[in-house]
Nanobody, 117 residues
């Protein structure tokens, strides 16, 4: 599976962005999909994940209530809707795919999100 993230950009605090991650290759609907982010000088951290059907989601406390992960298996795409953005949301956002939540085998190249105060 190859993953291509897009949709990042520069936005003011309080604004919104929608990230997309398009997957190529077979078996997209079998994978747990997740978003991670890495801020400058910090380690990569988990943001959100969604199960194969889209019926189960899980979020980091820092984004709960502001971000929403979703997927369209017909389009082999996972999304991250980000609302009420804060400067601390700034970073490179990566999408990832895995058979289960124990580990992610496939990673996209990342898309930059910058939130100005």
């Amino acid at each position: 599976v190859q993953l291509q993230a897009s949709g990042g950009g520069l936005v003011q605090a309080g604004g919104s962005l929608r990230l997309s991650c398009a997957a190529s290759g077979r078996g997209f609907s079998r994978y747990v999909m997740a978003w991670f982010r890495q801020a400058p000088g910090k380690e990569r951290e988990f943001v959100a994940r969604i199960n194969w059907s889209g019926g189960s989601t899980y979020y980091a406390d820092s984004v709960k209530g502001r971000f929403a992960i979703s997927r369209d298996n017909a389009k082999n795409t996972v999304y991250l809707q980000m609302n009420s953005l804060k400067p601390e949301d700034t970073g490179v956002y990566y999408c990832a795919a895995g058979i289960n939540t124990s580990g992610y085998n496939y990673w996209g190249q990342g898309t930059q999100v910058t939130v100005s105060s």
